[in-house]
């Protein structure tokens, strides 16, 4: 069993708005992810981290940014929110497991831009 | 460039009516392939990993196997609750960046009553 938790599940905000999203992990992972993903679409990843002060940009471009401060704690905010963010937005982390790192999934957090 | 096809994009089924998902991947050196669960509004739960060609794992009502251009997810007898979109994503040797997954979009299972 995954223990990762985001925060919020829903969050409805207007256009400029400045908003963090929160993902915590207490498994002692090193790796965590942001995905994007719109209902119905692949899952996009948007940022990565390999462990403390790492953060990279994923395949999809994002104006999101991160950080990693602590090992358990990977937040993703977005300055200024457009109607274009509305996604949901997916945390994930892993460790290494045999030949590969396996990623487990937050619940999400469901964002609406009006 | 690592890519995953999956089908059929949706399947309906009767409950108790067994059938298969084909998840189709091309990869420069399979690191691993993945199948997850994801329920509507939830994050992908882990279902398996698979690692080389020939080889299969089963839960519950679910096996997963993998050939060296496909793998396979057999739902048998399955039940209203195996009801889910089910993904299948790769990771390759070669992935310099973070161990990413490239995933497939997916196929939506319904299982009726």
């Known amino acids: 069993e995954a223990d990762i938790y985001q925060t919020p599940r829903y969050l409805v905000i207007g256009t400029g708005k400045k908003i963090t999203l929160e993902c915590s992990q207490t498994?002692?992972?090193?790796?965590m992810y942001w995905y994007q993903q719109d209902p119905g679409m692949e899952l996009h990843l948007i940022h990565y981290s390999y462990g403390v002060n790492s953060t990279e940009k994923g395949d999809l471009s994002s104006e999101s940014t991160v950080s990693r401060i602590r090992t358990e704690h990977f937040p993703l905010t977005l300055e200024s929110a457009r109607p274009s963010h509305t996604s949901q937005y997916l945390c994930?982390?892993?460790?290494?497991?045999?030949?590969?790192?396996?990623?487990?999934f937050g619940p999400g957090t469901r964002l609406t831009v009006l | 460039e690592d890519q995953v096809t999956q089908s059929p994009e949706a399947l309906r089924l009767q409950e108790g009516e067994s059938s298969s998902l084909n998840c189709s991947y091309t990869?420069?050196?399979?690191?691993?392939l993945f199948w997850y669960r994801q329920d509507p509004g939830k994050g992908p739960e882990f279902l398996f990993t698979l690692y080389s060609a020939g080889e299969e794992k089963e839960k519950e009502r679910l096996k997963a196997t993998l050939t060296k251009k496909e793998s396979f997810l057999h739902i048998t007898a399955p039940k209203p609750e195996d009801s889910a979109t089910y993904l299948c994503a790769v990771q390759a040797w070669n992935n310099n960046a973070g161990n990413m997954l490239t995933f497939g979009g997916g196929t939506r299972l319904m299982v009726k009553p």
């Open positions: 990869v420069s050196g399979l690191r691993g």
């Open positions: 994930a982390s892993s460790r290494r497991q045999g030949y590969t790192d396996t990623q487990y």
């Open positions: 498994m002692g992972h090193d790796k």
